[in-house]
């Protein structure tokens, strides 16, 4: 495997329509979880990829597992017989608008520790990639976060970080210096403006790719939603604009841009052309709805780059 992408994936609820979701009557089922998502872009931009994590012994697991192996993803998994798989409720209180509730404490992927770990693999792995999710889920998870680390430094494999901060699992300021310490281990870290801001305490975007480069990763990208992006590495900043499309659901974009990224990295592709890929599978992938259902193959990067028309017969 190219890559092995390290997390939870958890089952997921979404309100069939908007408002309250104590007044919604039905929900669509299906599954989330960051790191899946790159993984599951990883695989449709045709990079053999790898998801591991826990799941429990029980129907969302299946699920999840079912799903990303019809993606194309190879699973390692080992499955908790005494923690069930974590669940998400999606709501949509307002068009664009969605609240996330998680079902997680306790659950099998939170149980995550460095002896369920398929070392082999990361071993193979060409990049493992990880988020600060998993450190926020608890001690076992953190340390299994550093072995997994351990093990891609050991085989040469590089580490890729997107920092994924969640405020619902922990605060600012427990969670920053984790960042840090995380990002200091990895090669390519990805962020967000504003969590940029709390690893670095910089505010304008190409301060921020400094900081975290002189946290100690080579390459600092920065996603800047629909603004584009900004990449830095070995003293080369360059700056990539979003690609204009009608936005229906930006969740997943920054997965879907950090999948794009890394299909071409692997290919040796020059900075300008990795994020330029990024933006084009995050652009893409704000087109229809799902987390990772909307992430773009080839082609249909080809189609929103050749600004071809949307109409086909
Ligand atoms: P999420 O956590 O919701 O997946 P993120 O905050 O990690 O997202 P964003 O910065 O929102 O990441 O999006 C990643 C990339 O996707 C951006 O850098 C940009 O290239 C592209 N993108 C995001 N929103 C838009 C948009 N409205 N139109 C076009 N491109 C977009």
């Not at 993606?71 to 998994?77: H, K, L, R, S, Y």
């Not at 908790?80 to 608008?97: F, I, N, S, W, Y």
């Not at 590089?158 to 090669?187: C, G, K, M, Q, T």
């Not at 499309?245 to 692997?266: K, N, P």
């Amino acid at each position: 495997m190219s890559v092995v992408a390290l997390g939870e994936s958890l089952g997921l609820l979404v309100a069939s329509r908007i408002g309250r979701l104590e007044l919604v009557p039905t929900m669509d089922l299906g599954f989330g979880g960051a790191e899946s998502n790159v993984a599951i872009g990883l695989a449709r931009l045709g990079v053999p990829t790898t998801w591991m994590g826990r799941l429990g012994d029980d129907a969302l697991g299946r699920l999840i597992e079912r799903q990303l192996r019809a993606e194309g993803v190879g699973v390692a998994t080992t499955l908790d017989p005494a923690a069930p798989t974590a669940l998400m409720l999606k709501e949509r209180p307002a068009a664009g608008a969605s609240s996330v509730v998680y079902y997680r404490a306790g659950s099998a992927g939170s149980r995550l520790a460095p002896e369920h770990l398929d070392l082999a693999a990361i071993g193979e792995a060409r990049i493992l990639h990880v988020t600060g999710i998993t450190a926020a889920l608890g001690e076992a998870p953190r340390a299994a976060l550093d072995a997994a680390i351990d093990a891609a430094h050991a085989a040469g494999a590089l580490v890729s970080f997107d920092v994924n901060h969640r405020s619902r699992l922990w605060s600012h300021a427990v969670a920053a210096p984790e960042y840090r310490a995380i990002a200091a281990r990895a090669d390519v870290v990805f962020a967000g403006e504003d969590e940029a801001e709390l690893l670095t305490g910089e505010r304008e975007p190409e301060a921020q790719a400094r900081a975290l480069v002189a946290l100690g990763a080579a390459q600092a990208v920065v996603k800047l939603g629909a603004d584009g992006a900004l990449g830095l590495v070995d003293g080369e900043l360059v700056r990539q604009a979003a690609f204009p499309v009608h936005a229906v659901d930006t969740v997943g974009a920054g997965d879907a841009f950090v999948a794009g990224y890394l299909a071409e990295l692997l290919e040796g592709a020059p900075l300008a052309e990795r994020l330029r890929t990024a933006a084009a599978c995050g652009a893409v992938a704000c087109t229809a709805p799902g987390d990772w259902e909307a992430a773009p193959d080839r082609a249909a990067i080809a189609r929103l780059l050749g600004g071809g028309d949307p109409v086909q017969r």
